[in-house]
Nanobody, 126 residues
Framework: QLQASGGGLVRAGGSLRLSCAAS????????MGWFRQAPGKEREFVAV?????????RYADSVKGRFTISRDSSKNTVYLQMNSLKPEDTAVYYC????????????????????WGQGTQVTVSS
């Protein structure tokens, strides 16, 4: 349903672009988000975008100004452009889909998402 890709190893200050392709029921999601989980830590919110015409977005404070979430409706794909990467960005990144409406401020919690991708590893070396 959700296929994440684009992770890899990059030096601090570098960039990566993650992709999340939706299929099946996730094709008509209301919103899609990115979360990440570092070793020994809980999964944390990164960014979310609604798939409506407005395309509203919300970011975690830790990535604001460095990461950009976007969507390509023609490809049913959501992207996470990550710039100025830091070692603390190292984690497994997961994309998730929310099928029904919810205010964007409440979509920072993993529990509200209906589907999850398999995760892609991002490693930032110092």
């Amino acid at each position: 349903q959700l296929q994440a890709s684009g992770g890899g190893l990059v030096r601090a200050g570098g960039s990566l672009r993650l992709s999340c392709a939706a299929s099946g029921r996730t094709f008509s999601s209301y919103a899609m988000g990115w979360f990440r989980q570092a070793p020994g830590k809980e999964r944390e919110f990164v960014a979310v975008i609604t798939l409506s015409a407005a395309g509203s977005t919300r970011y975690a404070d830790s990535v604001k100004g460095r990461f950009t979430i976007s969507r390509d409706s023609s490809k049913n794909t959501v992207y996470l452009q990550m710039n100025s990467l830091k070692p603390e960005d190292t984690a497994v990144y997961y994309c998730a889909a929310r099928l029904r409406f919810l205010t964007i401020g409440t979509m920072t919690t993993s529990a509200v998402y209906d589907y999850w991708g398999q995760g892609t590893q991002v490693t930032v070396s110092s």
